[in-house]
């Protein structure tokens, strides 16, 4: 018998594009997938033909106006985004977490009421933190982790956003006693609230907790840590990524260079506010024997006299042009991490907030492209990284492997089959 499985993504891009691919995947088994949605990501699930239900995650507004919000939260850190990992706890990341944990409490007035109507029979949440009408509502919920790995922390992996290297672990104490330190006035906050809704307090520095009933992690085997303690396959299941279907893309004509390798440039909707970086990296390409899309998102009036071979846009169908290039530069955003690595793609990872250190560390470290800072280059910098992203013979053989290995895998019919068995059984045999 069919069953009525909800998806509720964070409100970005990343998140929702992802649960998109598995929604499609579960529709495909004769379910039905709707989406919770914060009211300016609706568009985007009604957009793939979904049925989308708002609930609010912050004092209501109208959808340009929440979307300048958060232009302007990005635009205002700007600044912040040359500083370490560990220098940007007391300020992004700790305004990041403020925003998180409204989002919580706007997020409880107005789930109960929309659950009532819908009636799920399953639920999947891909967020960082508890909500705790969700955990209540009385049938599975599912977490989604879309983010890098270590998410689910383990004392023997970097902790989540800090960008240190798998075996630095001064690097990993330091890292969390600086953010224990930093948050804990909003952890005792968040606590307090998880009481006035009938849950028990999380340990410092935890906003949410693994699923009883599965969890399924986008990150792939090759690029995985080595955790003291191994994730139960009863409980954590590998997605080995989840690449959803995009429309295809017609390459444009170049004005030069038309028959020179291809190189794709995105930091994503939020990250192109950074218009300075983009047109400093579109200059150095300009004098290099290569091509390059760029995705410039909504500031597409702030260029001109674009080098001939480089073409700019707002938007690009990402995981039907990432088959098509050679190189890809990018933020570090899960989705162009895990992209890259299923069509075997080198990346350039300049991070500059959240997971983006994470993937940045752990592409350089497994061999699959390089760390670049986001500021601290030069020319020759990048166009040595480049050099290598094309003709290394052992990056390109394990792009190959890992590329291969990811796409026997289909991570959205996988997570479809599990969503399937739990939903029809109440549970998942692994």
């Not at 952890?187 to 028990?200: K, P, R, T, V």
Request: charged share 20%; with cysteine; glycine share 6%.
């Amino acid at each position: 018998m069919p069953k009525t499985i909800a998806f509720f993504p964070e409100a970005a891009f990343g998140p929702a594009l992802n649960s998109v691919g598995i929604a499609q995947a579960v529709q495909a088994l004769g379910h039905k997938a709707v989406f919770l949605s914060d009211p300016g990501f609706l568009s985007v699930y009604e957009g793939y033909g979904f049925e989308a239900h708002p609930v609010n995650l912050s004092e209501p507004m109208p959808p340009e106006q929440m979307a300048k919000f958060w232009e302007d939260f990005i635009n205002g850190h700007i600044p912040n985004f040359r500083k370490s990992p560990y220098d940007q706890i007391d300020n992004y990341v700790l305004d990041c977490w403020t925003a998180i944990v409204e989002s919580a409490r706007w997020a409880q007035k107005d789930l109960p009421a929309v659950l009532d109507r819908i009636k799920p029979d399953m639920i999947c949440v891909d967020n960082v933190i508890l909500f705790p009408a969700i955990k209540q509502f009385g049938k599975p919920w599912v977490r989604i982790i879309s983010c890098s790995e270590n998410e689910i922390e383990d004392e023997a992996i970097p902790p989540h956003l800090s960008g240190c290297k798998a075996a630095d672990h001064a690097c990993h104490a330091a890292y969390r006693a600086r953010f224990n330190a930093v948050i804990k006035p909003l952890h005792d906050q968040f606590n307090a609230f998880l009481a006035e809704n009938g849950e028990a307090a999380y340990p410092l520095g935890q906003f949410f907790e693994a699923s009883p009933f599965m969890n399924l992690l986008l990150y792939p085997e090759p690029v995985k840590f080595t955790r003291s303690e191994p994730l139960n396959p009863a409980q954590f299941q590998y997605l080995e990524g989840c690449v959803r279907k995009e429309k295809p893309y017609e390459m444009p004509a170049f004005a030069a260079h038309g028959d020179k390798p291809l190189i794709y440039v995105s930091f994503g909707s939020l990250g192109a506010g950074d218009t300075d970086l983009l047109k400093r990296i579109i200059a150095a390409i300009g004098k290099m024997p290569y091509r390059a899309l760029v995705n410039v998102g909504d500031y597409l009036g702030e260029y001109s006299d674009l080098p001939p071979n480089v073409v700019i846009d707002s938007w690009f169908p990402q995981p039907s042009v990432i088959p098509m290039v050679d190189a890809v530069i990018h933020h570090g955003g899960n989705n162009s991490f895990t992209e890259c690595l299923y069509f075997g793609k080198p990346a350039i990872i300049m991070p500059y907030v959240w997971d983006g250190h994470d993937n940045a560390t752990r592409v350089d470290e497994t061999g699959h492209g390089f760390h670049l800072h986001r500021y601290d280059w030069t020319d020759a910098d990048l166009a040595a990284k480049l050099q290598a992203c094309l003709t290394d013979p052992a990056m390109k053989a394990r792009l190959a492997a890992t590329s291969a290995h990811m796409q026997s895998r289909n991570g959205q019919q996988k997570a479809a089959a599990i969503l399937d068995q739990i939903v029809t059984t109440g549970a998942f045999h692994a």
